[in-house]
């Protein structure tokens, strides 16, 4: 008999695996938005990036605040950036330290956006050609990050910033990061 004929069934198999193991994981209470970050423990890239509102050059100065920050990428055209918007106002409203990378979008209708819906962000940094993003790792925004106050990256987000993801997951790393500033 060919063996060739035994190829597709093969694929199937492995799929059917691949799955089975993606399944588990989920079941068991794995976050299927987690990914990796190579960046985990390390500064954040360095980067001439220009402000949003003035046009001004910034460097990765910016995210060593002496405090935790976050620093949230999105856009204008992302329907999940939108989502979580109104919750990033929240936090911000509360006194977290945000930091906007605008990616990939129109600075004139990122100006509107923030306008209309009220900004959360310290500092909004353009990323037009997403070259800072792509430093970072980024797949699509919305991605937060969390970094402490010299300036290295702790912890990456894919997916939106909620109530729940903040209280169960970004909390209580932050709280650890203000803790461990003092």
Not at 47 to 65: I, W
Not at 73 to 94: D, I, M, R, S
Not at 123 to 143: H, I, M, R, T
Request: proline share 5%.
């Amino acid at each position: 008999m060919n063996k060739k004929l035994y190829l597709p069934l093969l694929i199937f198999l492995i799929l059917v695996g691949a799955f089975f193991i993606q399944l588990r994981q989920n079941a068991s209470g794995g976050d299927p938005k987690l990914l990796e970050s190579a960046l985990v423990g390390k500064p954040v890239p360095e980067k001439v990036m220009q402000g949003l509102f003035d046009n001004k050059d910034y460097t990765s100065g910016v995210f060593k605040q002496g405090k935790p920050i976050l620093l949230n990428v999105w856009a204008t055209w992302c329907p999940t950036c939108y989502a979580e918007h109104q919750y990033l106002n929240e936090l911000a409203k509360q006194g977290i330290t945000i930091i906007g990378v605008d990616y990939k979008d129109d600075s004139a209708k990122a100006v509107k956006w923030l306008k209309d819906l009220d900004n959360p962000y310290q500092l909004v940094l353009k990323d037009e050609k997403g070259s800072l993003a792509l430093d970072l790792g980024v797949y699509g925004a919305p991605e937060t990050f969390i970094i402490d106050g010299k300036g290295v990256i702790h912890y990456r987000l894919a997916g939106d910033v909620n109530e729940k993801v903040w209280k169960n997951t970004l909390l209580p790393i932050y709280n650890q990061l203000l803790e461990d500033g003092k």
